[in-house]
């Protein structure tokens, strides 16, 4: 089948194969862009949800622990 092939299929011109080749890096720039960007955006968030973490936790720290009463014996 394969010795087929090149007679069902005609070989690509050079300037489609041109062609295809520029969209296909266009294609994987654009792609890398996007992937860089939801990158950036999700490390934003996570930096920001972390010093928020943070923060709370700082001030569960700092009030009264109404349960420390009930452990105690």
Known sequence: MSKNLPYIMPAAQPQVEE?????????QFYHEVQSRSEFQRYCDWYYTTAEQNRQDLKKMRGELNIFQWFRRR
């Not at 295809?20 to 266009?26: C, G, P, V």
């Open 19 to 27: 062609a295809f080749a520029s969209y296909q890096t266009t294609h």
